[in-house]
């Protein structure tokens, strides 16, 4: 129901977007999110966008990291910036998740997502 691109090796310090397009089920004016899963590590929030727009970044995204949407398209983007090695990880995009820290309202709805490798 979402299909993520985008991603790739990069340099540190370098740029990326991703973009994501859900289908009209999953997108139908609900708040969207982009989400990573670092190495050995649990999936993590990285920024919110709401339907009207409103947004919210997890700390290690703010100041670098964008997020959009464009609900004519069902799209939603992630615009990074001045990318990290730690920034690497498999990046997907789903609902926003009332449960920040666990995600559990999301289990089973995860689609593939797209790698990003930050080299240093």
């Known amino acids: 129901q979402v299909v993520e691109s985008g991603g790739g090796l990069v340099q540190a310090g370098t740029s990326l977007t991703l973009s994501c397009t859900a289908s009209a089920l999953r997108f139908n004016l609900n708040a969207m999110a982009w989400y990573r899963q670092a190495p050995g590590k649990q999936r993590e929030f990285v920024a919110g966008?709401?339907?009207?727009?409103?947004?919210d970044y997890a700390e290690s995204a703010k100041g670098r990291f964008t997020i959009s949407r464009d609900n004519s398209k069902r799209t939603v983007d992630l615009q990074m910036n001045n990318l990290k090695p730690e920034d690497t990880g498999v990046y997907y995009c789903n609902l926003w998740s009332r449960y920040r820290e666990t995600l559990k309202d999301l289990r089973g709805t995860w689609g593939q997502g797209t790698q990003v490798t930050v080299s240093s």
């Open positions: 966008i709401g339907s009207g727009g409103t947004t």
